[in-house]
């Protein structure tokens, strides 16, 4: 059903979607779903360029729900990092919500983690950044390929020991941010592609200082994570981890 032209709540979040070609494989019927049960949360789904009909079927959800969702549409494909810092941006200057955060479009982590996570911020006032964690654990539905497990294991490793956190998952696509320190960190463009997060997570540590940044920064084991396939990651891009992780560190810790 259409979204009344009654009065709407200012949303608790913002959640940015990040679309590049997604039109075959975007779940449109359980977005709606949940944007129709869960009337405080905005949503802006960003078209990265895409070449297929993503623009299309965006709009499409989005005229359901004209005071609660819109489309930012990207002159051309930036990349991810570049399609969440833009979506963010225009989020913080559309809504006047106190938390703004990014979720990956094909919901590879469910959207009923969202409360979760608001009822874990609520339950950690000093928390200012939550990342979702795919930690295997008991009562947990993780669902990943063996390599990127495993791959994502070493990189974890790594990426802890440049950022000197002891953070056990800085890729999964789906975080919350409190407003004010999204404008900060997501000012100015990055310079990394695939692991924009860890460069985020940097900015932070380089405004706050670690000390701080141990504090606001906190990580939620997720209930459930299923690799949906089509990533745009793949095996070879591990290659360039190396090197963005010693750029990262040239920049912000030296």
């Known amino acids: 059903m259409p979204e009344s032209n009654a009065p709407t709540m200012l949303p608790r979040a913002v959640i940015v979607v990040p679309c590049y070609n997604e039109a075959a494989r975007l779940p449109v019927k359980e977005i709606e779903a949940f944007i129709d049960e869960h009337p405080e949360y ?30 930012f549409v990207m002159p051309q494909n930036g990349g991810k990092a570049e399609a969440v810092r833009a979506g963010i941006l225009d989020a913080l200057d559309t809504w006047q919500a106190p938390w703004v955060g990014y979720w990956d479009a094909d919901l590879a982590t469910p959207l009923g983690e969202i409360p979760r996570f608001e009822r874990y911020l609520e339950a950690h006032p000093a928390l ?12 947990a539905r ?73 504090e606001v920064i906190g990580e939620i084991p997720l209930e459930a994570w299923i ?5 745009k990651v793949r095996p070879h891009h591990s290659f360039r981890v190396p090197i963005d992780l010693w750029r990262i560190h040239r920049r912000y810790f030296t």
Not at 45 to 69: I, N, Y
Not at 161 to 188: H, M, N, S, W
Not at 193 to 212: K, P, T
Not at 227 to 231: A, F, Q
């Open 42 to 71: 905005a949503w802006c789904f960003v078209d990265d360029g895409s070449t297929d009909a993503t623009r299309e079927v965006l709009e499409a959800l989005c005229a359901t729900f004209p005071k609660r969702a819109r489309v």
């Open 142 to 214: 993780i669902e990943r390929h063996f390599w990127r497990h495993y791959l994502g294991r070493i990189f974890a490793t790594l990426a802890s020991t440049v950022l000197g956190l002891p953070i056990y998952d800085t890729q999964c696509g789906a975080k919350l941010i409190e407003a004010e320190l999204a404008r900060e960190i997501f000012g100015e463009p990055f310079h990394t592609h695939w692991i924009f997060d860890v460069e985020m997570l940097a900015r932070v540590i380089q405004r706050l200082g670690r000390a701080e940044a141990r």
């Open 227 to 231: 690799d949906r396939g089509g990533s």
């Open 128 to 139: 200012r950044l939550l990342c979702g964690s795919r930690w295997l654990h008991m009562g």
